[in-house]
């Protein structure tokens, strides 16, 4: 079952068109990577999925019902850590958990048992430290304990990683991956190896529509499909294929690559008939990065 759908999501603000028709699913328990330059949209998609914006066209379903704006009916079903969360800096993670529960109606119990688990999800148990005193690591891990603390059935989190350094990165993507467990896991990031470590699919949003979209494993396909590297034996036989072919890109001093999988029967052709011979021919593994700089053509 999907847990969000957005379908036909279109978003202006004044004569800037932000969403110009974003449609993408995201299906239950996976961890999903929302990904898009500074100022795709990213922010703004999720204030509409918060209710907290009013969609210019198209819905929004959360668990299966319609968001509506200024309704806060389906943000029960959402945890929701924004870029930077804020926090009583005067109390410990523990009394802030447990404030979180009160503040919900919560029996006691349940609150002790609840800020225990999480305290330990995110690896601040027994820390004793006020919030005053934590790292910008600490505070996006608590702010993920908060956010699940009422077991909501998708966690949303705004560019959870981008201030954080290698180290509190890694934490943060393995609780978002045991998150994984109780939850699904909306995430919005332009770190794309984030997206390579941890996600089973994600959405890449660009000049307001969703320009790729799917598995990590569909992604890769492309990926694999999408580039040929081709290094023949002598360098005149590489510049006599360039000239037949002008859109070869060249490639250290006697390889070209071969950007268009659709012209290589024609490329081996033409190998094959001026009698040029091929050293090597591989598949090239393009990174996720050089995969959306082709997408967003640059
Ligand atoms: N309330 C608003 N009024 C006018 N323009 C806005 C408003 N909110 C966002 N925008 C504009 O919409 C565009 C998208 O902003 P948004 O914050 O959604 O992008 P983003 O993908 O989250 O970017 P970033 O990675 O930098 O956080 C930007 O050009 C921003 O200036």
Do not use: W
């Not at 009583?88 to 529960?101: D, I, R, V």
């Not at 467990?181 to 332009?190: A, G, K, M, P, R």
């Not at 659709?262 to 052709?269: H, I």
């Amino acid at each position: 079952m999907e847990m969000l759908a957005l379908n036909h999501v279109k978003k202006r603000f004044g004569e800037k068109q932000v969403l110009l028709d974003v449609s993408f699913c995201v299906p239950e328990h996976t961890v999903f990577g929302f990904v898009g330059q500074n100022g795709a949209g990213k922010t703004t998609s999720m204030k509409l999925i918060l209710g907290l914006l009013a969609c210019d066209g198209g819905e929004i379903t959360v668990g299966g019902e319609p968001v509506r704006y200024g309704n806060t009916r389906t943000n029960r079903l959402i945890g929701y850590l924004p870029d930077v969360p804020e926090f009583y800096p005067y109390m410990t993670p523990a009394e802030y958990l447990t404030f979180c529960g009160e503040i919900n109606g919560m029996a006691s119990g349940e609150i002790k048992h609840r800020t225990s688990e999480l305290l330990s999800l995110v690896g601040l148990e027994g820390e004793r430290r006020r919030i005053r005193g934590f790292s910008r690591g600490m505070k996006q891990r608590l702010g993920i304990a908060q956010a699940l603390f009422n077991r909501p059935k998708l966690l949303i989190c705004d560019e959870p990683t981008s201030a954080l350094d290698p180290a509190g990165r890694k934490e943060l993507l393995d609780i978002l991956t045991a998150a994984r467990e109780q939850t699904t896991v909306l995430f919005s990031t332009h770190i794309l190896s984030d997206v390579e470590h941890i996600c089973d699919e994600m959405a890449f949003l660009h000049e307001g529509k969703i320009a790729l979209q799917g598995s990590l494993e569909e992604i890769r396909r492309i990926r694999e499909e999408a580039a040929m590297e081709l290094e023949l034996e002598r360098p005149e036989d590489c510049k006599e294929l360039k000239a037949a072919f002008p859109f070869l890109k060249p490639l250290g001093s006697n390889g070209l690559l071969l950007e268009k999988s659709e012209a290589l029967p024609e490329v081996l052709r033409f190998l094959a008939d001026r009698r040029l011979s091929l050293r090597r021919m591989e598949r090239r593994e393009m990174s996720l990065e050089e995969l959306f700089m082709e997408v967003i053509g640059k």
